[in-house]
């Protein structure tokens, strides 16, 4: 319209018509052998991928072949060379999306499931001291393994395996997403650290999700998922850590139950902070006195609070 492009519905249900997907494939199916395994082991890392990630995944006889693979392949214009993001590396780049999504559709899920473990190893040595930046990264390749396993249907020991050591790393960038005011981010971290961890870091995750998802106004919710915090902790016998969500669930009630007053509130704040101190659990009891802090400056005694955290 007047010269400009405008988008008659939401993009993001825009879908690829079929005849698109038939062209990319039948141009896929034209490439030989190894290049055709050389553009599929790249898509596992991304739009964006590395020579040396390309060459660890590719079967050994095909190794010392794949630059010269990734080369022709920037001369069929699938690829274009980009810039790297790790020392002594090549980086190429798919000139759209979609070819890139075509190479990786046309795998099969167990070859996927052990590319993408593949590629967590090669990406944890390539990172080394900067593991911290792609720990997110590292994760997600972790989890698409585990996942891609079960829906093989193969839930075994190794499957489990690729699912803690996921949990812990969404857990990791989880805490660092939130620490850095990127509260959404940490949200999905937690959330898919929940359906993957074992219970001793399901009830860390349920409980930093809980303490969260008040800031995003998300009362109700932070409520459900407090007291699902507490039943996971206290079935494991982490009092502690049911005594944090309990908090959570206290302050949020208010917020959901108009019959909840905040002399209601006290009073149980007061519970937990009278148990963190037989069981001398400073964090916790620092917890508790800051939510009575809460309390306080919510009934105008702000002078009450500001002593409060004096003390602390």
């Known amino acids: ?21 038939l062209l990319l494939a039948a141009r896929l199916d034209r490439l030989d052998a190894e290049e055709r395994g050389v553009i599929e082991r790249g898509a596992v890392e991304g739009k964006v991928f590395h020579s040396g990630a390309v060459a660890t995944l590719s ?13 022709a392949l920037a001369r069929k214009e699938l690829i274009r060379p980009d810039r790297p993001e790790f020392a002594g590396e090549d980086a ?6 979609l070819i890139r999504d075509a190479a990786y559709q046309a795998m ?127 079935a494991m016998g982490d009092r502690p ?6 908090l959570v669930r206290i302050l949020n009630r208010s917020s959901i139950d108009p019959t909840h007053t905040m002399g209601m509130g006290r009073r149980a704040i007061e519970e937990v902070l009278a148990e963190a101190e037989r069981l001398g659990d400073a964090d916790l ?9 809460l309390i306080a400056f919510f009934l105008g005694e702000t002078t009450d609070a500001m002593a409060m955290i004096d003390e602390l």
């Not at 079967?59 to 080369?71: G, I, M, N, Y």
């Not at 850590?241 to 309990?246: G, I």
């Open 108 to 234: 099969p899920k167990e070859q996927r499931a052990d590319l993408h473990e593949r590629y967590a190893g090669w990406l944890a040595e390539a990172a080394r001291d900067r593991m911290v930046e792609y720990e997110e990264i590292l994760a997600h390749h972790l989890e698409q393994a585990y996942r891609y396993r079960v829906e093989l249907g193969v839930p075994d020991d190794r499957a489990r395996e690729l699912a803690a050591r996921a949990a812990e790393h969404l857990y990791a960038a989880a805490v660092r997403a939130d620490e850095r005011g990127d509260l959404a981010t940490a949200r999905s971290l937690l959330e898919r650290n929940v359906g993957l961890s074992d219970e001793t870091l399901r009830v860390q995750a349920l409980v930093r999700l809980s303490e969260l998802l008040p800031e995003l106004g998300e009362y109700a919710e932070a409520h459900e998922t407090a007291v699902h915090a507490i039943e996971v902790a206290d």
């Open 92 to 97: 190429f780049r798919f000139r759209h999306l």
């Open 241 to 246: 850590s049911a005594l944090r969500a309990e």
């Open 285 to 293: 009891r620092a917890r508790a006195v800051l939510a009575l802090t």
């Open 59 to 71: 079967p050994q006889p095909v190794r010392p072949h794949v630059r010269s693979r990734l080369l």
């Open 1 to 21: 319209e007047e010269g400009e492009g405008r988008a008659v519905e939401d993009l993001a249900d825009v879908t690829v018509p079929p005849t698109i997907h």
